[in-house]
């Protein structure tokens, strides 16, 4: 990081504790290393440093000559300090944690030593997400950790905000709802646009003065009363960047793509339409993106063809549908609405492989023995005209039942489904089963009910021949040239041996052993874990924390591999018309099957990392939207004591996850005044300085509702052995 300080006498330690002078050495050295460029006489130091006492006030100027003395400081002339260090100058983006300080995640985490830690007053007023330019102390802070200070704001990553509007007869505020904005936005009268007290707006950051506490807007949409349905939902799409219309544009070229499949077009595919084919998808699915054909082949062996809507086919480049495409990288599924990556024409028309139309599709076409061995395979543009359409729990009733259309085909897909996945697991694929939560919601957007979404074996055995396909195709392109090709991959990183270790200390709390002696056979022990906890009230949180401590999955040009999947290539070839990368797939494989030579790769990295983006922004908008209905939900529900468990625990408060309904509340440390509690963070647990009772990650615990906020999405509770019950709140304000 740079260079390292040379510094002597005034970091010595005399028989393991430091003198006065050491001491204070090192205050006035980490002063002035804050302070770079700057100099301060004695008086100023004494000033800065708050130093009251004489006997430490008569110290400072010795110190400093000092320090002089070892070069540590250098003094001017006029008997002014300064530091004599060389600071790093790094760039990256701020992690805005809490009002107090934020971080800096460095675009080079190579050039300095973990995350860099910046005080709000040394903020330049630098917000969430920005990317900055900082100036790296040279000597640590108290905490142990690199600190700094920003020193120019390179580029802003937001200027609009969602939030409730205050007004008072002067002046207005607009309240953000984003958790990482901490700062309330000033709003001129006139500038209001026409809100009113409480309401939901966007505001546009116009103005932000040296000196000024607060940034100053206007209000560009009102989005209207805060709590209302429709309300929050825009909010949480406005809050993400989330598209409210399709561009004209893009729309009026998706409206005049003809609908006949030119016999040309009919000649250049493998044709399929007398195969037997079906789609199998949610029930209130429109969009069709996948088809499966089955028939047996004459030597006994059985063809499996997986059928993706060939998207590249209408959605040409350099074209307004392409850039809208890009652009959003992804459909968003929002509680009550789906945020499409292509126009209804499309999405829902044109590349829907509805049943009984031609489609045009892009194929992985699988010849499998009745151990569901892959003895060939094809990879090619074909036509298709799928016979049924199927809910998932259409087909599942018809194979459970053995009857119905389709059931004897759709038992033996099962069947090499279920085979193919057991391969998968003893090669070291990991089973993360995860909860998902789905609500029954009235017309108005009321949640009336609340569902845990059951994966059953039709579930799986379509997942499994996607899964088949995407591995297959990323194979068959890599083994072309052994890598050299420029592809787009899907890959997953190993776990860091470090976080698996603290995951496994928190799975021992619940009962549960993990060997990790093996690095080879982590995954096994990561499956018997997930099997263990299937159906227990322990299983979200732990498959919660467990999926936190594994590496996140991306999309890059670089062949590596996938350990969650254990395939040593893998990408997204199965559901163009809700990834972009699936349609730069594609692309990809059409242009080398058409004997197309690799083109450069840093184009399609740059799409692969802004694919990425877009991706976290989806999941983080859809999360936002579980939240609030579970908010909603959790102030309508009945007001009981419920059992929960311990899902995360800070120095200012408690997490709960309530089992029955799978919310996630908090219990605040400030709230808590049984005891006075200290924050182990090591073992992620709170002890109570008076009665050493603990609170620790995976503890079982009655709580109630207390109060639930719709603007911030929180739920907030209290342990139900808590004798005086408070009212509850219900916070839409």
């Not at 690199?146 to 937001?158: F, H, N, Q, S």
């Not at 080398?592 to 840093?602: N, Q, V």
């Amino acid at each position: 990081m740079g260079r390292k300080s040379n510094r002597k006498s005034s970091n010595k330690q005399n028989g393991g504790k430091k003198t006065d002078a050491a001491s204070l050495a090192r205050r006035i050295l980490q002063f002035l290393d804050a302070n770079y460029g700057q100099e301060f006489n004695a008086k100023q130091i004494i000033k800065k440093l708050d130093i009251r006492d004489s006997l430490t006030k008569g110290g400072v100027e010795p110190v400093l000559h000092k320090l002089v003395e070892n070069g540590s400081v250098s003094k001017s002339p006029r008997n002014y300090f300064s530091s004599t260090q060389d600071p790093d100058f790094i760039e990256g983006t701020v992690d805005f944690v809490n009002p107090r300080f934020a971080f800096v995640i460095p675009d080079n985490p190579e050039k300095v030593d973990g995350d860099i830690l910046i005080k709000e007053a040394d903020l330049k007023q630098a917000l969430d997400g920005d990317r900055v330019r900082v100036m790296v102390y040279p000597l640590k802070g108290k905490t142990g950790r690199t600190e700094g200070k920003v020193l120019e704001i390179l580029e802003r990553d937001r200027d609009e905000f969602v939030g409730r509007v205050e007004i008072s007869p002067r002046f207005a505020f607009v309240v953000p709802d984003f958790k990482k904005m901490h700062k309330d936005i000033f709003v001129h009268r006139g500038d209001l646009m026409g809100a009113e007290h409480n309401e939901k707006v966007i505001v546009k950051m116009t103005e932000w003065r040296e000196g000024d506490k607060n940034p100053t807007g206007k209000v560009i949409r009102v989005l209207g009363k805060a709590g209302v349905h429709e309300v929050e939902i825009h909010s949480i799409m406005a809050e993400f960047g989330l598209p409210f219309e399709y561009p004209q544009e893009a729309d009026q070229e998706a409206n005049a793509i003809p609908e006949k499949i030119s016999s040309k077009e009919i000649k250049a595919r493998r044709d399929f339409r007398d195969v037997t084919t079906f789609t199998i998808d949610p029930a209130d699915a429109k969009d069709f993106d996948d088809a499966i054909s089955y028939r047996k082949l004459e030597n006994g062996n059985l063809e499996v063809g997986v059928h993706i809507a060939d998207v590249t086919h209408y959605v040409q480049p350099k074209t307004a549908l392409e850039k809208e495409a890009y652009d959003r990288a992804t459909s968003v599924y929002l509680v009550d609405r789906t945020i499409p990556m292509l126009p209804e024409r499309l999405s829902n028309g044109l590349c829907s492989l509805r049943p009984h139309e031609d489609k045009l599709t892009f194929a992985c076409v699988f010849e499998m023995d009745s151990n569901a061995n892959v003895v060939n395979h094809w990879i090619g543009r074909t036509i298709i005209h799928s016979d049924r359409r199927f809910a998932y729990e259409e087909a599942q009733e018809n194979i459970d039942n053995q009857s119905g259309d389709f059931f004897q085909e759709l038992t033996l897909l099962n069947d090499l489904a279920k085979q193919v996945r057991k391969r998968r697991f003893q090669h070291g694929a990991v089973n993360f089963e995860t909860v998902e939560v789905k609500f029954k919601l009235d017309e108005k957007g009321t949640p009336l009910g609340l569902m845990i979404k059951e994966r059953k074996d039709i579930h799986k055995m379509i997942e499994e021949f996607m899964l088949l396909a995407n591995k297959y195709v990323a194979e068959f392109i890599f083994k072309k040239r052994s890598g050299a090709d420029t592809f787009v991959y899907r890959t997953h990183d190993s776990p860091d041996m470090e976080k698996l270790e603290t995951f496994s200390g928190f799975a021992k709390r619940f009962g549960h052993q993990m060997d990790l002696d093996n690095e080879k056979k982590i995954s096994s022990a990561l499956n018997k874990l997930m099997d263990e906890i299937q159906g227990k009230p322990e299983q979200n949180v732990l498959e919660q924390l467990a999926i936190r401590s594994m590496a996140k999955a991306k999309y890059t040009t670089e062949p590596k591999g996938h350990f969650g999947l254990a395939f040593p290539h893998y990408t997204h070839f199965t559901s163009p018309i809700r990834r972009y990368p699936d349609m730069m797939v594609h692309r990809l494989l059409e242009h080398y099957l058409d004997g197309g030579k690799s083109p450069d790769a840093e184009a399609w990295e740059q799409k692969c990392v802004h694919s990425s983006e877009r991706e976290k922004r989806a999941a983080d908008a859809e999360r936002a939207s579980i939240k609030y209905k579970q908010v909603e939900y959790m102030a309508l529900a009945e007001e009981k004591d419920y059992d929960g468990i311990v899902s995360g625990v800070t120095e200012w408060g408690v997490f709960v996850e309530i089992t029955e309904t799978k919310c996630e509340g908090m219990i605040r440390v400030q709230d808590m005044d049984d005891d006075y509690y200290d924050f182990d963070q090591k073992n992620m647990r709170l002890i109570g300085s008076r009665t050493k009772k603990m609170i620790t990650l995976g503890d079982k615990v009655k709580v109630r509702v207390v109060n639930t906020d719709i603007d911030r999405r929180t739920i907030d509770l209290e342990f139900a052995n808590n004798d005086e019950r408070k009212p509850r709140a219900r916070a839409f304000r």
